[in-house]
């Protein structure tokens, strides 16, 4: 499946990785889907990181995700994905973030190079686990 | 009591598309139960192997986490909602999480590691958070696996597609007879399991490429390379070095040894060892070379062995160092090794930035090798009868093979003598050439028709299908 993301959340993705550096950055893909499965990312919404013990972990918890996906389905929106930092990382998902991801969601990292935001790459779960695939990922540029 | 339970997006794909189920039970557990039962493919997603609910699974009965009621036992009553509710967690790899616990039971197992200072309890926990990738379930694989699981490697994921056959046992020690037939994977879980319980494996039955080797290599810490080729050697150390994970290396042949540990950050990779691989055919494998059966054990033990240093943090590792391994002479010998500034993948200018073929790099499939006439076991035992004496069977294979079987009336000529011994042959009779399998008698044939004679054919599946198909009782190996 694509998932498809307008250059400038992109460009606003790779600013809220590089703010929260050392630290990861987490937050939602809000968007639709079409009828083949694509997946179109319409705007961010960023989430609160309630792992403050981590630098290098994110929690987005149960109650505030409620919260967002009831906000976000009033505006006629749903949650398609996620995104987070890698700081000085590869952008492909760790031993925990497979043994943490749910199916069918895209898990969009960006990596982030000391400080700079450098690559970023999307990911879905195996239906039948333990592996992450590599997604195609459409950044469109602004008309 | 019908209670509804609300379907997330991410898991309407097990629920047949449906957001919401009515379903029956007492609790909160039972409904779950009965979910789980009816549609099977998402028990991997919501709950562990021992059945408890995944850390970040939330139920929510109406409005409030079951957490805060009775768990799993809270009662529902008719008309009640059970929201799953995911939590989203992940974070960036190689960061010192918090080690995992040991139970009694495992400070019992494990407690002549817990006597040593540079294992003790912390090792331990190590070696149980630990996630080792063995690429074979073979003659290295075996003796390797068999020592991370004893260990308390808490997860070993292997790689491997082939069934176990009787001519892996005399080597291949974790499997057995028993499991002749079955899957390398499924017979190595079994035992490993056996010997471990406590042990997590994850099996991909698969022949590891270019198209999946990043993502399941990406999955581990180390990898541990017990293959048998050339292409899948390279494969994984270019893997390796994209993905900064060491290899521990090893390799064998009839009574020699290698092994050793690439790590790209630190040291060479094994192309800083071999830029180009040796042409195909020139180093036979084991199946048509041999190899003595505890070789694999001790090679096999010693990346074991390098395995758990790196994990624990022990000693001195094999990274620039190769060690080779005499069996005949018991001698072992250390070669130092350097990295190559010029090395395309891990030096100054690197020109390999992502994997390639590596069958076409090893040569394979692209020069194809020579392809001559042959005929099928059953026609030459026809032919055989009708003509008798006229046709001369030549028997390619080395002394030691023809002692096992061979068939009557054919004569030995080793083909490395073949070119000195031509003059033996008539060149005006029909010859057919066969040995073990097929491809020496191959060769075989190449150099009688360049030698110049014409009429020339090589058995087909050689004397194992021989033995197979035409003569019964006949020993195979």
């Known amino acids: 499946m694509t998932l498809r993301l307008p250059e400038t959340l992109l460009d606003e993705i790779r600013r809220h990785g590089a703010s929260a550096y050392p630290a990861e950055c987490c937050g939602v893909l809000a968007g639709r889907v079409d009828p083949e499965g694509g997946k179109d990312v319409l705007r961010l919404a960023p989430a609160i990181n309630r792992r403050t013990d981590d630098p290098h972990r994110y929690l987005i918890a149960p109650d505030d995700l409620r919260q967002l996906d009831s906000e976000l389905r009033s505006e006629g929106l749903e949650i398609v994905g996620y995104y987070h930092s890698h700081p000085d990382h590869p952008a492909r998902p760790s031993a925990f973030d497979t043994e943490h991801a749910w199916p069918w969601y895209s898990y969009l990292i960006v990596r982030i190079d000391r400080g700079a935001a450098a690559d970023a790459a999307s990911w879905v779960l195996d239906d039948e686990r333990p592996l992450m695939h590599p997604e195609s990922l459409e950044v469109l540029s602004e008309v | 009591m019908p209670v509804t339970v609300t379907i997330p997006t991410p898991l309407r794909g097990f629920t047949g598309g449906r957001d919401a189920v009515e379903l029956e039970g007492a ?116 003796p390797l696996s068999l020592y991370l699981a004893a260990a308390g490697v808490g997860t070993i994921g292997i790689v491997d597609f082939d069934v176990v056959d009787l001519t892996n046992l005399q080597r291949q020690i974790v499997h057995g007879t028993s499991t002749l037939g079955r899957s390398k994977l499924e017979s190595a879980k079994a035992r490993l399991t056996d010997l471990n319980p406590n042990l997590n494996v994850e099996t991909y039955e698969t022949r590891l490429s270019s198209e999946n080797a990043l993502e399941i290599l990406g999955e581990y810490d180390i990898v541990v390379d017990g293959t048998d080729n050339f292409p899948t050697r390279y494969l994984v150390n270019d893997a390796c070095v994209l993905l900064d994970k060491p290899n521990v290396y090893g390799s064998i042949f009839r009574f020699e040894g290698q092994a050793s540990v690439f790590y790209a950050k630190e040291g060479p990779c094994y192309r800083c060892l071999y830029s180009e691989p040796p042409p195909p055919g020139l180093v036979p494998s084991c199946a048509e070379g041999g190899v003595l059966g505890v070789l694999p054990g001790i090679i096999g033990s010693i990346q074991a062995l390098e395995t758990i240093k790196w994990i624990i943090g022990a000693g001195d590792s094999l990274v620039g160092r190769l060690v080779l391994f005499d069996a005949l002479k018991l001698r072992f010998r250390e070669l130092k090794l350097r990295k190559d500034p010029s090395c395309p993948l891990c030096g100054e200018h690197p020109t390999i930035r992502e994997l390639i073929d590596y069958e076409a790099f090893c040569g394979i499939g692209a020069a194809p090798a020579y392809q001559g006439p042959e005929v099928i076991v059953e026609e030459l035992r026809q032919e055989r009868t009708d003509k008798g004496e006229e046709l001369v069977l030549i028997d390619v294979r080395e002394p030691h093979e023809w002692e096992i079987a061979h068939i009557n009336g054919a004569r030995l000529i080793p083909l490395g003598q073949l070119p000195d011994r031509l003059s033996e042959l008539d060149g005006h009779s029909e010859i057919v050439t066969y040995c073990h399998k097929g491809s020496r008698s191959m060769k075989a044939l190449e150099i009688l028709r360049g030698a110049g004679f014409g009429k020339v054919r090589s058995l087909a599946g050689g004397i194992d299908a021989w033995a197979e198909r035409v003569e019964e009782g006949m020993a195979r190996y």
């Open chain 2, 27 to 142: 609790t909160v557990g039972e409904v779950i139960d009965e979910l789980l039962s009816a549609h099977g493919g998402l028990k991997r997603h919501l709950v562990q192997d021992d059945g408890r609910l995944r850390n970040f699974v939330n139920l929510y009965l109406n409005d409030t986490d079951i957490r805060q009621l009775e768990s799993t036992s809270t009662p529902v009553r008719e008309g009640d909602i059970l929201t799953i509710v995911p939590s989203i967690a992940g974070g960036s790899p190689a960061v010192e999480t918090e080690l995992p616990k040991l139970s009694h039971a495992e400070v019992l197992r494990y407690s002549r590691h817990l006597l040593l200072p540079e294992v003790g309890v912390e090792g331990q926990r190590k070696l149980k958070a630990a996630r080792v990738l063995t690429i074979g379930a073979g003659g290295l694989g075996s």
